[in-house]
């Protein structure tokens, strides 16, 4: 079964920039999601189809896609983006997550 | 605005079935362009999919959990439904419903999700 990996924990200065990845065997063939997760909230599509954002995600929040490793670029990070990321991709109509990574903002 | 609301027991007993259902506002069940899948995350670890369904019935499980697992659409009750057996403490967990399009898209709108304890 296809595997996506994920750092466990990112850590930012405040207004600086994050990034966090998720790699996965040629991920770079596939459209990778992105969600944001805070404590006891539902998780919030902020990237889909490895580079685009939703309505109302800001400018912010970009993503890349290449090879073996997907990208999820958080640009002048705020206290607000403190929070779980995830990474999904589909494998074979089944639906793929990665395992999570603490984003804390310093 | 779509909203899809998680009920059922909170407490099931080892070996049983867990069953819970996710009720649809907002929008249509029906549409023909959407999954309605659900997906679980155990306390203080990450998210797992369970399987999705179509409003046809067309399905599809998580390999991992696809023995145990159905997965049901009543269009008219806008409603989904999932079925869990043979549970263990293992299957302790936040469960959530959301929604995804066809052609491998994201989940782009997901409920609060309901705790479900396996315990005695």
């Known amino acids: 079964s296809y595997e996506l990996s994920q750092p466990l924990s990112v850590s930012v200065a405040l207004g600086q920039t994050a990034r966090i990845t998720c790699g996965g065997n040629?991920?770079?063939?596939?459209?990778v999601h992105w969600y944001q997760q805070k404590p006891g909230q539902a998780p919030v599509l902020v990237i889909y189809?490895?580079?685009n954002r939703p309505s109302g995600i800001p400018e912010r929040f970009s993503g890349s896609n290449s090879g073996n490793t997907a990208t999820l670029t958080i640009s002048r990070a705020q206290a607000g983006d403190e929070a779980d990321y995830y990474c999904q991709v589909w494998d074979s109509s089944t639906v793929v997550f990665g395992g999570g990574t603490k984003l804390t903002v310093l | 605005q779509l909203q899809l609301q998680v009920s059922g027991p909170g407490l099931v007993k080892p070996s049983e079935t867990l069953s819970l259902t996710c009720i649809v506002s907002?929008?249509?069940?029906?549409?023909?362009?959407?999954?309605w899948g659900w997906i679980r995350q155990p306390p203080g670890k990450g998210l797992e999919w369970i399987g999705s369904?179509?409003?046809?019935?067309?399905?599809y499980y998580n390999p991992s959990l696809k023995s145990r697992v159905t997965i049901s659409v009543d269009t008219s009750k806008n409603q989904f439904s999932l079925k869990l057996s043979s549970v263990t403490a293992a299957d302790t967990a936040l469960y959530s419903c959301a929604r995804h399009s066809l052609g491998g898209n994201p989940f782009d709108s997901w409920g609060q999700g309901s705790l479900v304890t396996v315990s005695s």
């Open positions: 369904i179509y409003y046809s019935g067309s399905s």
């Open positions: 189809r490895n580079r």
């Open positions: 907002g929008g249509s069940i029906s549409s023909s362009s959407y999954y």
């Open positions: 040629n991920i770079g063939s596939k459209n």
